[in-house]
């Protein structure tokens, strides 16, 4: 346990913590429900496309980030807190059933599904308000969480147009909560090990994807031909390079202690700079089965390709200038 977390009032730092399987099982089912999208895009490789599910996919990992955020200050493996992560598990699922036409005929049960899952980490929260030190942090996640919640589920009821505009709202939400709840970063402090440990993970998901997206991509037609080798190579190669960007070079998943206002600062650009990163990875996936096609390549298409792979070299910059200094 660390000196500094040692306190009745803020939940403790267990030393050398590591993902717990039920994270592992958790993090299989967003497998599904990012395979789910990337297959959908890949079979609508274009910028209206790349939009949409660049909005779907960032909704889902913020998700996944919200349960790992809580699990990394607050899990001790409660039997309470199991159930409530089997109700969450159970709420991918339909949001993994409704990503695949989220903007068509399944968009409500995406919705829903997004909705209960807000409404869960909100629950979850409010459940460890026996950890004083934490009230302030609490209130902020369970309200934003609640508010979330509101949205996703008023919009299962609209019509396509307002129903993605409050989608857009919800996520805009999303990307400015590590701001909303800067204030309490360094006094319940996330796991030092345990969170770059999941962030690390996630990163294998997405690259996982990129290298199943290379076989789909040799299987792709009745027969094997040109494109779908130059493509499945492209993927094989480029997914390398971008785990040893990550892992070897980077070295994203190191030890990451929140000491003060700096290091505040820098975990929020580090947790920012994985978003360039896993857009790029899952583009680069989706690219693959789309490029392997036997039509010849589109200057659009090839544009979106390039574009959606120079993201990876930008998050790896980010996630370098947010190293800590002794790096």
Known sequence: ????????????????????????????????AVAQLSGAYAHHFDWAGAAGSVLLLLAMWWCWLGHTFHATRFDQQRPDQRW???????????????????FG?????????????????????????RWRGAHGLIRAYAGLYLLQAALWAVSAVLPP??????WLLALALDLASPWWVARYTTTVR?????????????TIILLGEGVASVVHALDHGTELHGHAVAAA???????????????????????????????????????????????????LAA??????????????????????????????????????PSR
């Open 233 to 283: 190579l492209a993927g094989v190669v480029l997914s390398f390079a971008t785990w040893l960007g990550y892992f070897e070079v980077t070295r994203a998943h190191d030890e990451r202690e929140v000491e003060g206002a700096a290091g505040g600062r820098n975990l929020r650009l580090w947790a920012y700079g994985h978003v360039p990163i896993y857009v790029g990875v899952f583009s």
């Open 190 to 202: 996330p796991h030092p090990e345990h969170l770059p440990e999941r962030f690390g993970l996630f």
């Open 84 to 102: 409530l992560g089997l109700a969450q598990i159970v709420a991918v699922c339909v949001i993994a059933y409704g990503v695949s036409d989220a």
């Open 287 to 324: 690219g693959t089965v789309a490029m392997a096609g036997d039509a010849a390549w589109t200057a659009p298409q090839i544009l979106l390709y390039v574009a959606g792979i120079a993201l990876i070299p930008l998050g790896l910059g980010l996630l370098r200038a947010a190293a800590p």
């Open 161 to 166: 147009m307002p129903r993605v505009a409050l």
């Open 1 to 32: 346990m660390n000196a500094a977390h040692a306190s009745p009032d803020l939940p403790p730092h267990a030393h050398g913590r590591k993902a717990t399987w039920f994270e592992l099982f958790f993090d299989l089912v967003f497998v599904v």
């Open 105 to 129: 005929a399944r968009g409500p049960a995406f919705a829903l599904g997004l909705a209960a899952f807000k409404a869960l980490l909100a629950v979850a929260y409010l459940r460890e308000r």
